[in-house]
């Protein structure tokens, strides 16, 4: 696990350094080094992508196809972290699904070579923030040894692909050509290494004298002798302390690489120090091949592993280790929760500079047993202040007040984290005496409900005969009669995403097979109603995968990336349930609701009026993305 997170950091090392030698150029020159110091260039090609430095970066950070991106490798570390959930902190495991969140939302189009930097440092900020829990809150048991000898070993790989860059880029130039002060400055400030090689040495050293510093120097903490060191002793501790037999493979393979790492060439430039940095990865693959195999391979005994090391010469190290500490790949629902980020930006822009009155949200999610808000902030131009009051629903209404200076634009942008606890497709006990269709709701009940009871107009009886066709195909099952109905809009419906405001007639929908999902939403509530069922319309949000993960156009889930419509239905026995007709979902935890209204007009995410004269234009931009489970 500890191997991976290390990989991300130095991963967003050399891509920061990269970028900083390149000095914004995007051209194949620049970007080889990379791909090539990590043997990926022929993967790459595979691809079809052309050759920048922008697609290059992306690559490498949040393509889930590559198995070596920061992405991917932080999906490596997740899934081992369940694994060990019992060994490992809770502080520790939150950290890590809030890294996998944040790089999960890293979508493509968000990476860009003038921002490179910046992500980068957050990248490895987080790394810090992974190693530093690990430091102090992870029981020194043989698992920590483990998870610390993988990060040495890993460390001591990266820091010679980070010098074997700088070494490809000036053979490439010239092989008379010498690194000079810019050369060692750039690569010791990459490897955070610059004060302290000023502090071990004199003022003017010679050219390669940063790259003996990175290689030999014990005392600098990523330097490859220091962290092989520090591999080895936590090898011997291991047998010592926990009497972690490691057998002759593992033994044989150290013992190369204490052969490579002493074998140092003359002068540490050029082809010689390429060939040097080539043996050490070589040895050091070895190594972490032979524990892998040793101790993380449960299909194989111990006899096995060691006839794989014997006949293992030159084999490079395979990506993913599996865990000898077996788990479910997934809790159940009833103990796991999820932790969504939303993002909603509405944007309005106006021929000429108007003063904007009073404006009225729905942006607060609803709390409940299965939703806790963590946090929430609005970023508004131009400023305004804010008040919040409940409506008579319930729900929680932002008011917005300008202030009276014109501006021909509007934005407002609300950002905010829940805990999502729900699981999907629930079983919902209903009370027996509306176990079967029809069945009356208790008076207590009904006094409250009869708003949400009460039908719209239906002259032609349209939606009161497709209502019953589920009433004959359920023999007059209450749950089933719901249920069939949600499943049939999903399948027998197209999904149409409207740009137009309010909402299309059920009959029309009916007509015409297709509509957006308030458009289906109120169909279903129209439907019900027809039947005698209480019935109310939610407006929310939607998490899709397939969208979080960047995958163009989204996944099976529709009416994601913008604000989503639904229906509640109550039920005796189990109060309002979820129903989503777009996706034939039912109390999925991928809904997140923050309005409910006996009809849709009740429920509208912004609302308000401004003073002017001319036109205007209205831009939406949603964004509901995954920070990881929680246990």
Known sequence: MGRYVERCENLARLLAVTEAYAEGSDSRAEWTPLLEVHSDAEAYAKTGLQMT??????????????????????????????????????????????????????????????HLTEICEDIRAACHAHFGLVDTTWYRDEAWV?????????????????????SYQLDREGADRQPDEVWWNTLL?????????????????????????????????????GSVQEALALLDRLEAGFSVLHGPGVRAAREALRTALTQRPDVLLG??????????????????????????????????????????????????????????????????????????????????????NEHHGMFRPHTSYDTRLLDLRFNISPKAKIRWVHDVFGNAA???????????????????????????????????????????????????????????YDPDGVVKAWADRFVAEANNDTWHILERM?????????????????VQAPADTLAT????????????????????????????????????SGMSGGGAIQGAGATHAW????LPGSGWVEFDPTNGLIGSRSLIRTAVGRSPSQAVPLQGSFEGAGGSSMEVEVEVTSQGDEL
């Open 567 to 570: 229906v509640q239905v109550f």
């Open 53 to 114: 430095g922008l697609n290059v970066a992306r690559w490498y950070l949040c393509d889930a196809k590559n198995s070596n991106s920061v992405l991917s490798s932080l999906e490596r570390v997740r899934e081992n972290a369940r694994g060990l959930r019992h060994l490992i902190s809770v502080e520790v495991w939150r950290q890590i699904n809030m890294f996998y969140g944040n790089v999960k939302a890293l979508t493509p189009r968000k990476v860009t070579l003038s």
């Open 486 to 502: 949600n499943s049939a809009v999903k399948a027998e419906f197209t999904y149409a995403r409207r740009e137009e405001p309010g």
């Open 398 to 456: 932002t008011v917005f007040t300008f202030a009276q200076e014109p501006s021909d634009t509007l934005e407002i942008e609300c950002v905010f984290r829940v805990r999502r606890g729900a699981p999907s497709q629930p079983d919902f006990p209903i009370a027996p005496h509306a176990a079967q269709f029809p069945f009356d709701y208790a008076p207590e009940q009904i006094v409250d409900l009869t708003p949400t009871m009460v039908p719209d």
């Open 271 to 356: 082809q010689d120090l390429h060939a040097y940095l080539d043996r050490l990865q070589v040895a050091l693959n070895g190594l972490g091949v032979a524990v892998a195999e040793r101790h993380f391979d449960p299909g194989r005994t111990a006899e096995q592993a060691e006839e794989a090391a014997a006949d293992r010469e030159g084999l490079q190290y395979q990506s993913q280790i599996v865990s000898d500490h077996t788990a479910p790949t997934r809790a159940s629902p009833e103990t796991v929760a999820e932790i969504l980020q939303v993002r909603h930006l509405t944007r309005y822009r106006y021929d000429n500079p108007v003063v904007f």
């Open 513 to 548: 097979r297709t509509g957006s999902c308030r458009d289906f939403a109120m169909l279903m509530l129209e439907a019900v109603r027809r039947l005698g069922f209480a019935a109310r319309f939610v407006s929310g949000y939607l998490y899709d995968p397939a969208l979080d």
């Open 146 to 166: 483990f998870n610390r000898l993988g990060v040495r070993l890993e460390r001591a790989d990266q820091s010679t692909r980070l010098l074997d860059i700088k």
């Open 189 to 225: 400030r990459s490897a955070s290494g610059y004060h302290a090689f000023r502090r071990s040495g004199p003022v003017n050293p010679q050219p390669d004298a940063a790259a003996e510093f990175i290689l030999f120097d014990s005392a600098f903490p990523r330097s490859v002798e």
